[in-house]
């Protein structure tokens, strides 16, 4: 198995890219305050609207990235093709076409071909972190036994 073929889930020094619609922004929170000791210990990107929202409210550190109407997400894009982002949870209102926001196409793309996880809606987004938090609880638990057989 090579290096870029290890699922990247577990992996904890890469970024969590948060991107959110107007409309889903206050779920988005919602949904971040349910997991905020894991996302104390992550690196968040965001454009800038997503992103000081979800510091404001929880109190995160987030890299902003520009406004979506700016092109913060092929900002993000261009992080997940270098490697640099973990998952993505793009919560988008799917009952409104919203012409000022951008198109996903580009980043669902991008997380195809790079593998990279992407939730589009609350349920998925929860399981992705709950799959981030698991890995971690994982990861910590073998290393405190692997000390433990030293």
């Given at each position: ?10 992996r ?11 409309t ?44 979506t ?35 996903i ?22 399981a ?11 990861a ?11």
């Amino acid at each position: 198995m090579e290096q870029t073929d290890i699922p990247i889930i577990g992996r904890a020094s890469r970024k969590l890219a948060l991107i959110a619609h107007d409309t889903q922004r206050e779920a988005l929170i919602d949904l971040l305050a349910e997991f905020l000791p894991l996302l104390k210990t992550m690196r968040i990107v965001a454009p800038y609207v997503t992103g000081t929202t979800c510091a404001d409210a929880l109190d995160l550190e987030v890299e902003l990235v520009q406004s979506t109407v700016k092109g913060g997400d092929l900002q993000i894009g261009a992080m997940i093709v270098q490697g640099e982002v973990d998952a993505v949870i793009y919560l988008r209102d799917a009952l409104f076409s919203q012409p000022y926001n951008p198109d996903i196409a580009p980043i669902l793309r991008v997380c195809d071909i790079q593998r990279v996880p992407i939730a589009t809606n609350i349920a998925t987004a929860r399981a992705v972190l709950n799959s981030i938090q698991e890995a971690r609880l994982r990861a910590a638990t073998i290393a405190r036994y692997a000390c433990l057989t030293l």
